[in-house]
């Protein structure tokens, strides 16, 4: 998915240009806003997947023996659910009630 990240980077500007050249400023603005939309997309899938990555992470985390491991594995996957930022008391309640159902 980065590689396509970046290939709608660099290819923007170009596409931008050769459309405003040839096509006036309206198709220019056609092309620029279905760029926008397929790079938003393209995020929104990326970061979807990443988010379950770190749950799949945390599910497995929790079904072991290692806690620290587990606080680790909760404490990113409700930072990324939360976009980045930090955890809110609910979150590290969570995370302390799915560790005090391990075993071990």
């Known amino acids: 998915m980065r590689g396509i990240k970046i290939c709608l980077f660099i290819a923007f500007p170009v596409l931008f240009a050769l459309v ?3 096509s006036g400023a309206f198709s220019a603005m056609v092309v620029l806003s279905g760029a926008c939309v397929a790079f938003y997309v393209i995020y929104k899938l990326d970061r979807a997947a990443v988010i379950q990555r770190k749950k799949e992470t945390y599910e497995a985390a929790l079904q072991g ?3 620290q491991l587990a606080l ?3 404490r990113a996957y ?3 659910f939360r976009g980045g930022k930090r955890l809110t008391i609910y979150d ?3 995370i302390a009630n ?3 159902t391990m075993k071990g």
């Open 92 to 94: 590290e309640s969570a």
């Open 72 to 74: 680790v594995a909760g």
């Open 98 to 100: 799915d560790i005090s």
């Open 78 to 80: 409700y930072a990324e």
């Open 65 to 67: 023996n290692d806690k």
């Open 20 to 22: 405003a050249n040839f």
